[in-house]
């Protein structure tokens, strides 16, 4: 996976609405197949869709997704919000899902430059880099002589170039899983309203929380944007009344639960 590069594009969380579940799912899909999408879901009563768009700072308005989807036909309203701050999910915060593994099995696999205050090269992503973000996308398990036939760079340069952008943050691996194979099966779409004054404070303790998987503050009437996960309704309700709302700061919580992923961060293919 790639992290956009501050100049880049930003992400905006935009919740969609369609006037029948028989529209939400061919919606959802469309959404699915672009390249400029990702956690395409279908939420509460399967009217309503979420996804995140990377929007390029530079795009020609007329091209960008979030001004045709008004004109899309069964789409009724649309609410987009841009991520102003990450605070948990993908790259950002600790794994604190992953103890399969033992401390000194994690440490003696992390990478100097990825460990708590390992000095990271300053490589970033740039234009030319999209031929192998491109071959990555569709497969990222794809070996290096594989990657050098894909984007036509010698084998070197595409060696050399992973390297530099693993080694500088800017590129990263993830797992997509499905967590209802392992007993979890309450996502819950959460929009938060935080006094600004502990944005900051609800932000880290949220990243501290285990039913956590995505955190991040947000633009709009509601101020952040998480991702719980848990094991069934009952345990998301202990959660929201024991842990989310006891956090100071806190003065709204609504919810929706996902009824289903159409696509996380990787490529839907045809």
Known sequence: MSRPPASGPAAAATPLTAPAPDS????????????????VSITSGGTEIACTVRVPAS???????????????????VSAHCVVHQFAGQAVGPDL?????????????????????GARPAARLTPADAPLLEA???DGRLSYAE???????????ARRRMQELFESGSLYTDVESKPEMYGFRAAVLLWLTVAPSRLAAVGAALREHEEIVYAAAITGPTNVQALAICRDM???YRYLTEKLGSLDGVQRVESEP?????????????
Request: avoid cysteine; aromatic fraction near 4%; glycine fraction near 6%.
């Open 97 to 117: 899902h992953d103890d399969a593994l033992t401390a000194e099995q994690i440490e003696a696999l992390t990478p100097v430059w990825a460990a708590p205050g």
């Open 147 to 157: 990657l050098a036939a894909t984007t036509g760079w010698p084998e070197s340069t």
């Open 59 to 77: 795009a020609d308005r007329e091209t960008l997704l979030l001004q045709k989807l008004p004109r899309t036909p069964r789409v009724t309203s």
């Open 234 to 236: 009952p345990a998301f």
């Open 136 to 138: 990555l996308a569709r």
């Open 24 to 39: 939400a799912l061919p919606i959802a899909g469309a959404l699915a197949r672009r390249p400029d999408t990702g956690w």
């Open 258 to 270: 996902l009824l289903r992923n159409v696509k996380q961060l990787g490529t839907v293919r045809p």
